[in-house]
């Protein structure tokens, strides 16, 4: 069965796709066969979905939109809200279904969530109880801008509250007029008990050394089960 990671935010649009990607794209680069999933897409830019995009591109092996891909909304609004307005309801059984298909296919398998953790993808359920079926250690992707403190820490006590493997945080500087950013970075290392996996400054790249750390412990995580 595939290893890799479950993705997800403080908030959307806070660089998960970005992690996602680079973390694909440092496994690739060691030699595993890697597939990105973005299980529910909501959204549509100049006819695509732009994530699905992304995370097909660095992909390295043959796999369908509809794998990686199950659920594509129109409207760039809550998952669930989306899903109302064209009449389906997402099943998180069939989302388990794909990532067990693409797990056959290959080694690692990178899995984005919709916008937060908690974000409600039907009736009941939200991506909290889609990263609980998938079973995947958990990167959270902070976007630091003001009230970035908060959603972390109430993001990461939800992590925990749900029993699943907190692998570590990314810093991603979202916004340019922040103030005192080292200072908030400080703040939460001290505050979230998991490790700063990368810290991403405005218009700059991953470190890739640092995703390729993390690539290298996944393996350890693998052979260690």
């Not at 794998?67 to 309801?89: G, K, M, R, W």
């Not at 959603?151 to 007029?177: E, F, S």
């Not at 998991?194 to 470190?207: M, Q």
Request: hydrophobic share 45%; glycine share 8%; charged share 20%.
């Amino acid at each position: 069965m595939a290893k890799g990671f479950f993705v997800t935010g403080t908030d959307t649009s806070v660089g998960k796709t970005t992690v996602s990607c680079a973390l694909l794209r440092a496994f690739a680069i060691q030699g595993y066969r890697v597939a990105g999933m973005k299980p529910i897409a909501a959204g549509r830019e100049n006819g695509q979905w732009q994530d699905v995009e992304l995370l097909l591109a660095a992909s390295n092996i043959n796999v369908t939109r509809k794998q990686i891909n199950p659920y594509a909304f129109e409207a760039p609004i809550s998952p669930h809200l989306a899903a109302q307005q064209e009449d389906v309801t997402i099943d998180l059984s069939l989302i388990n279904d794909c990532y067990r298909q693409l797990s056959i296919q290959a080694d690692i398998v990178i899995v984005e969530g919709a916008g937060g953790f908690l974000v409600p993808l039907n009736d009941f359920q939200t991506g909290e109880d889609l990263a609980k079926i998938l079973g995947l250690p958990v990167i959270l992707v902070v976007g630091m801008r003001l009230g970035c403190l908060n959603h972390a820490l109430l993001t990461v006590k939800a992590i925990r509250a749900a029993k699943l493997n907190l692998a570590g945080w990314i810093a991603n500087c979202i916004d340019p007029q922040m103030e005192a950013v080292t200072e908030n970075i400080a703040t939460l290392q001290q505050r979230l008990e998991a490790p700063l996996l990368n810290s991403v400054h405005f218009g700059k790249e991953l470190d890739q050394s640092v995703m390729s750390d993390l690539t290298c412990w996944n393996k350890s995580l693998t052979e260690a089960e």
